[in-house]
């Protein structure tokens, strides 16, 4: 069965200089043996057109599929982490590779939208020096190298100002209003001010969980009228045609893999 691995990055866990707690010298070092293994790196558009039986088997023969989520400023501006030194972006680490590969990149980023949510988020979670913005979103979604899209208006993240206390669930969003407050109102947001003619096509559940109703009644009948393709959890797993468009399962890195050698054992189940 031709399966295809969606792999999924943090720019914020900068927590030392080692491939354990720095997502980006992970992904600088994974993009380099993704190459070596002759994988391709495709599109979210492209997976999921292959996923709906647009597409056949050689468009994602083969293939990989990269994300990151939150939409910190790490992911585009190149820093200097007050703990853990210069950090080269995701984004500038993807030109880098590109420009020494010749390969065809791409990654899908699901950003946080609320502006009021990211300066709390930034200030309690983050380093507290308003590296939480949206000024790049358009920049990066121009570029062709990363796409923007929806992880919600505020995570639902405890720290915030909701009954969220432990901080780690989506689940309680279970109603037509608390979803359209975290996606519709974020869909709306990212459509109307941040991303211009280009709309927003896919959605990531914060902390790769969801409520029945959110997963199976809201998004099969309201997702396709806010612009929305799929979904997609933090499921380990590879999707395949059979899976569910609304549970699209990723690979989370210093989670389901440490290391290149486990990431390769991943990429060649494939």
């Not at 969801?210 to 612009?227: I, Q």
Request: charged share 20%; aromatic share 12%.
């Amino acid at each position: 069965m031709t399966q295809v691995p969606i792999l999924t990055y943090h720019a914020n866990n900068i927590n030392g200089m080692d491939y354990q707690n720095n997502d980006h010298v992970a992904l600088a070092a994974d993009l380099k043996m993704i190459h070596e293994l002759g994988f391709n790196i495709i599109t979210m558009d492209e997976l999921v057109s292959w996923h709906s039986g647009d597409a056949s088997d050689s468009v994602v023969k083969h293939a990989v599929v990269l994300t990151c989520d939150d939409g910190t400023d790490f992911d585009y501006h190149d820093l200097d982490h007050p703990h853990c030194g210069w950090q080269r972006s995701f984004f500038n680490i993807l030109k880098d590779h590109q420009a020494r590969t010749g390969a065809r990149l791409h990654m899908t980023n699901f950003v946080i939208v609320s502006p009021e949510a990211r300066v709390t988020l930034d200030q309690k979670c983050l380093i507290g020096k308003s590296w939480w913005q949206d000024s790049w979103w358009s920049a990066a979604q121009a570029s062709g190298l990363m796409d923007i899209a929806n992880h919600s208006w505020d995570h639902n993240h405890g720290v915030l100002e909701n009954n969220n206390h432990n901080d780690d669930s989506f689940r309680c969003i279970a109603d037509k209003a608390a979803c359209d407050q975290q996606i519709k109102q974020a869909q709306e947001f990212l459509d109307q001010h941040i991303l211009g003619d280009y709309q927003s096509k896919y959605f990531a559940y914060p902390y790769g969980n969801h409520s029945d109703y959110l997963r199976f009644e809201y998004l099969p009948e309201f997702g396709k009228g806010l612009n929305l393709k799929a979904a997609f959890s933090t499921e380990p797993k590879h999707v395949n045609r059979d899976t569910a468009i609304w549970g699209m399962p990723r690979y989370v890195c210093n989670n389901d893999w440490h290391n290149t050698e486990q990431l390769k054992d991943i990429l060649l189940q494939a």
